[in-house]
């Protein structure tokens, strides 16, 4: 049989296109002839996820979406077949979900549970779930925000209102002056405080020999403390105390002069009666002197 030329064009491109839809599938992770585990992944909204998607697990790329089986009459989930590296042991209780880098592209983690004694047979399904990430959340917070639009409204129409003030312009215009006054405040401050630095080595200085002196007393005074008998000046100072308790003894008692003149009043008596009679002796002497002195030239007594 003689092969035309039509039939090795013919087989070029059919050879062609085995190659293309090879290389396609390679590019896009699809192995015809891997051995992968199948499993199949349950979602009720798979938000454009697309086959030839990666499959994750802790951050490393375990498999790819081979197929998606959309239920039209919506009788059940959408699933997901993966294709999983046979190495990974998926233990059972583990998840799924869908997520979204910043660009928007797809990929599926899975979410392996704290199981290691059982685990996931082949072509067993894995429920799934969708994380809307950081866009989601805003996307949560939209209705939050259009109900806080109209009091920022009014918040800005007030704040409008008060910056238009004439007031808070002279206010600024005071705050400039004021805090012109507390620089140079703070200049003159910095000066002073300059000049007490300087001083403060001489002030040290003297208050140091202040100290010393007072130190030097001290230990003088405490010399002289020292040298003085304390023993000897309290028996002293004891003796004089029961001196003076023996005399005011003596002064309270009807003994000695001092004591009955205080005490006794019969001596009191007399001698108010002694000195009244000296009173009237003296008044009678000095109204009639001639009882009292005899005078006479020729020596003759006046009877």
Known sequence: MKITKEIKIALVAILGLVILFFGMNYLKGLHLFSS????????DDI??????APIYADGYKVGVVKNIDFDY???RDIMVEVGIDPNLRIPKGSSAEISSDLLGNLQVNLLLANNPRERLEEGATIPGSINAGSMGKLKDMIPTIEKMLPKLDSIMASLNTILADPAIAQTLHNAENITA???TTSRELNTLMGNLNKNVPGMMAKANGVLDN???LTTNLNAKLTEIDVQKTMAQVDATMANLQQFTDKLNSNQGSLGLLMN????YTNLNSTMLSADSLLVNFREHPKRYVHFSVFGKKDK
């Open 73 to 75: 009459e919506q009788k």
């Open 47 to 52: 938000s454009g996820l697309s086959e030839a």
């Open 36 to 43: 992968d585990t199948r499993y199949f992944l349950s979602f």
């Open 214 to 216: 007072t130190s030097q």
């Open 264 to 267: 006794d009043p019969t001596l």
């Open 181 to 183: 006054n507390l620089t």
